[in-house]
């Protein structure tokens, strides 16, 4: 049976190195995905972030400039130009058609919208109950399960802040008959100001976050992985020709003074440990040849004794 205790030495260095490596680079995997991993998330809102800046732009622009500018056209014809979440869902469709942004999805999802795509579902009317309870933060950004698989999103709450908004979405006796004569009377009413109706939201794919990380993962265990295995073979290599080989030597040396060769030498080239015990190894040489000089001559003494009696 293979063990350690069978290995020689140079393999035990060499196992041992190998056994460093694989637990730093294991070590260095686990942390370095948990951190690529937040800094894809962080890298991502922020650029929800800036698209829902964006979107929040479009929609104050609409209702500053674009709303007065057609307001008597819209009392006879619905113009959708005028809502601000239309204008907002258009440029970010624009802006979707560009490989940067095309992963992103956009909703202004809303408990009582005038249009039923504006729904908002299970998940989303949670998010504007939250919003809505005192202390409630601004922004609650996590991972979601969806239909289509999981989903990480930014949300902000949706807050009638404007009067403009109201004349819309206070009483149907209010809105626009071109607005009242496309969605009906019964949706979309008893808005007060200041009140959260909705939540604004920007979502991206969980793997698309997910791939980012395994990327950069990737790419910067190369490194990592290069580094270390530069590193370990130079050490083995400093071991081999500084401590493995010097005590093969030794180890050969005393091997032939265990048979009697006390003419063998052990020989260093160096001042620290090993050549340390090479000195040590040297003086214990000599004083076993002297004493094997003085046990030959005390033999022959006896001998010669021996001999003339």
């Not at 069978?6 to 060499?14: D, S």
């Not at 249009?115 to 933060?137: M, T, W, Y």
């Not at 019964?186 to 939540?199: A, P």
Request: net charge neutral; glycine share 6%.
């Amino acid at each position: 049976m293979l063990t350690t205790s069978n290995l020689k030495l140079g393999q035990k260095f060499t196992l041992m190195l190998l056994a460093v490596f694989m637990a730093g680079i294991l070590m260095s995997g686990i942390a370095l995905s948990r951190l690529l991993n937040y800094t894809a998330q962080e890298e991502l809102t922020s650029k929800a972030l800036m698209l829902m800046e964006t979107m929040n732009s479009v929609r104050q622009y609409t209702v500053d400039e674009i709303r007065p500018e057609i307001s008597e056209r819209s009392e006879v014809e619905f113009l959708p130009e005028t809502v601000p979440s239309y204008s907002a869902h258009r440029v970010f469709e624009t802006l979707q058609s560009q490989p940067e942004y095309q992963d992103f999805f956009y909703k202004e999802a809303v408990l009582d919208p005038t249009n039923p795509k504006d729904k908002a579902d299970e998940f989303e009317a949670s998010l504007v109950s939250a919003f809505q309870r005192p202390e409630s933060p601004d922004e609650f950004h996590n991972f979601r399960d969806a239909p289509g698989g999981k989903l990480y999103y930014i949300a902000r709450p949706i807050q009638i802040k404007q009067e403009a908004c109201l004349s819309c979405h206070s009483t149907a006796d209010r809105a626009p008959k071109s607005m009242i004569a496309l969605y009906g009377s019964q949706n979309g009413f008893g808005w007060e100001l200041d009140e959260i109706v909705g939540t604004q939201m920007i979502s991206v794919p969980a793997q698309t976050v997910f791939a980012k990380a395994r990327r950069s993962l990737l790419i910067t265990l190369g490194v990592f992985t290069g580094v270390f295995a530069i590193a370990i073979f130079l050490v083995n290599l400093w071991l081999k020709r500084y401590v493995v080989r010097p005590l093969n030597r030794m180890a050969a040396t005393a091997e032939a003074v265990s048979t009697g060769d006390t003419t063998a030498e052990f020989i260093t080239r160096t001042d620290d440990a090993v050549g340390k015990l090479t000195d040590s190894f040297n003086r214990m040489r000599l004083s076993l040849q002297m004493a094997m000089q003085r046990l030959e001559r005390h033999r022959g003494r006896r001998k010669g004794g021996s001999q003339s009696g």
